[in-house]
């Protein structure tokens, strides 16, 4: 077993080698997906409408389809009459044109017959049985939504690298189509280490915890946009996280992150495992999280995060989940600056991510730097981050956040 580690880096430089091993995920694939399947994935290229919007001239009120000739002197005072000789639902067909000298009701989205040119607001007129009496003068073209008005055929829809929302589906899917044309998501397995884990759910006997970091670390791949293709768990026996990791090839993984199995003891199967192939296992200068490491099996890359939960997210968060993002079109994390709400105190040479909560004076710590206080975790809604340099900071102090 290694007794060193193969690096020392700060938080910066570990981004950065992080950010380098992962650069090949940027070239993506495409797939054509249906469109109830494609929220939140990428466009792979600008999607065009194969048809104009609206299809059809349409009415944008419930009204009377009119010529506006024909009621151009209409005034509530001089009302101009004209026949009611029908109705224009929305629905499948063309309505016969419109004859001279009549009117016909009209519904909103209803298709506007051929002579008509103008819609009278159902407010703007009154009914008198067999006739209509149009109240304002409408002006040619007054509520009635042109054929193609919205978007010509062949045009822009959405953009390509356009991360899809509701809107994006709507738009789709009212020019006709069913599918659409996205980049495949990076597909990631997550593997939990050690001997003393057992699944959630199960019974835990003396010395055995249940596992939080398969589910919180898929979570937060899912999250930012990635695919899960597998989520396993090991003893911390070499031959058996060998075989997981084949099992994630050939799961079709492009990224591996694993927990435990990182720190200088012993019975720490990963770096037993991926040192002899090449693997740098280390120290960067931060707390929690200090332990990290880099490797590759058959060629895909593999991050190795520390077991403890707290270490295990926050080390997503800061190396994986920005690389995701970006590729998943999803916004950066929020930063801001906040002041302090209480004194504290940090060790100087670590970059502290303390859990945090607004409350009355600014924002304050939830618990303590240990890597083992999950439920603080959970309790957090930001991080305080607390510079190498700084060892103690005074209520008032302006701190560094990042929204969780």
């Known amino acids: 077993m290694p007794g060193s580690a193969s690096f020392r880096r700060t938080v910066e430089a570990h981004r950065d080698a992080v950010r380098a ?60 009459l004209l026949p009611l000789v029908g109705e224009v639902a ?73 991360r899809l929302r509701s809107r994006h589906l709507a738009a789709l899917a009212a020019a006709g189509l069913t599918h659409v044309d996205v980049q495949t998501s990076v597909r990631v397995a997550i593997i939990s280490t050690g001997s003393e884990l057992v699944a959630p759910g199960a019974e835990a006997g003396p010395g055995e915890l249940f596992d939080a970091n398969g589910p919180a670390l898929a979570s937060a791949a899912r999250s930012v946009g990635a695919e899960v293709v597998l989520s396993g768990r090991v003893r911390d026996e070499a031959e058996e996280f060998a075989a997981l990791l084949d099992v994630a090839r050939e799961a079709g993984a492009e990224l591996i992150v694993t927990s435990g199995g990182v720190s200088m003891g012993e019975h720490e199967v990963v770096r037993e495992v991926l040192e002899p192939r090449g693997a740098l296992v280390g120290s960067v200068a931060m707390q929690p999280g ?45 930063h801001g600056r906040e002041p302090l709400a209480h004194a504290l105190d940090s060790i100087a040479g670590k970059r502290q991510y303390l859990r945090g909560a607004r409350g009355d004076g600014g924002v304050a710590t939830v618990s303590g730097p240990g890597s083992h206080l999950v439920a603080a975790l959970a309790a957090a809604e930001l991080l305080i981050v607390v510079p190498e340099h700084v060892t103690h900071l005074e209520p008032g102090d302006i701190v560094e956040t990042v929204e969780l």
């Open 21 to 80: 091993l992962l650069a090949p995920l940027h070239e993506r694939t495409h797939e054509s997906v249906p469109l109830e399947d494609a929220l939140n994935r990428v466009t792979s290229h600008a999607v065009t409408s194969p048809v104009a919007l609206p299809l059809f001239r349409n009415s944008q009120m419930d009204g009377i389809a009119v010529r506006a000739a024909e009621a151009a002197a209409a005034t509530a005072e001089a009302p101009v």
């Open 290 to 334: 200090g332990p990290q490491g880099t490797a590759e099996w058959e060629g895909i890359p593999v991050l190795c995060f520390p077991g403890n939960p707290v270490s295990s997210q926050l080390s997503f968060e800061l190396f994986v989940a920005p690389v995701l993002r970006e590729i998943a079109a999803l916004p950066e994390a929020v």
């Open 90 to 162: 929305a629905a499948p067909g063309e309505p016969a044109p419109l004859v001279p000298g009549t009117a016909v009701r009209i519904m909103t989205g209803a298709p506007v017959p051929a002579g008509a040119d103008a819609v009278a607001r159902v407010e703007d007129t009154e009914d008198r049985g067999t006739e209509v009496a149009i109240l304002v003068a409408p002006t040619p073209g007054l509520y009635v939504r042109q054929a193609g008005s919205d978007l010509a055929a062949g045009a822009e829809l959405v953009p390509a690298g356009c």
